[in-house]
């Protein structure tokens, strides 16, 4: 069975789908059976062009990625979700609505590259330097026996890597 995380940021346009393209792009190399989504509370209907870039310099391919409300997850019809992560702190902070499945809940901060300071330059390399980040911290998730933790041991494993 299929493990589905759900990747949460305000605006859906940034960390979160750098997150979600990672995931995916390094379960699919390395045989993982994980599925990210990505969502946002109010969520800004645009994709950060310099998000895309970024990972498409990484080889994640980003068609039919977009920006979605997390009212999407939580109807019958939705996938039901083991893993929900928060990559911003306002977002960590919000009332979220009651996920199916009580999936294990995780917040791993990311500081926006949005707000990088250098022009273009400075965002591009703020949003290479979080894709690289954020790979690395994927590929500690897709290294757990996710198949045999049970949801304390995953909270207690999911935790342990926020700190790393």
């Not at 509370?41 to 990972?55: K, M, V």
């Not at 390399?125 to 979080?130: G, Y």
């Amino acid at each position: 069975m299929s493990t589905n995380v759900l990747i949460l940021c305000t605006h859906n346009s940034a960390r979160s789908v750098l997150v979600e393209g990672m995931l995916n792009h390094w379960a699919a190399k390395l045989g993982k059976d994980v599925r990210a989504y990505s969502a946002g509370s109010a969520p800004s209907g645009r994709l950060n062009p310099f998000a895309l870039e970024a990972l498409m310099g990484a080889g994640v391919d980003v068609s039919g990625y977009r920006s979605k409300s997390w009212d999407e997850f939580v109807g019958d019809d939705a996938p039901e979700m083991r893993i929900v992560i928060t990559v911003c702190d306002s977002a960590a902070s919000e009332a979220c609505p009651h996920w199916p499945g009580s999936p294990v809940k995780v917040h791993w901060g990311y500081a926006d590259p949005s707000n990088a300071l250098g022009g273009e330059d400075g965002k591009r390399l703020a949003f290479e330097l979080t894709r690289q980040a954020i790979g690395y911290r994927m590929l500690q998730l897709l290294a757990l026996p996710l198949g045999s933790y049970d949801n304390a041991d995953l909270q207690k494993a999911l935790t342990d890597i926020s700190r790393s």
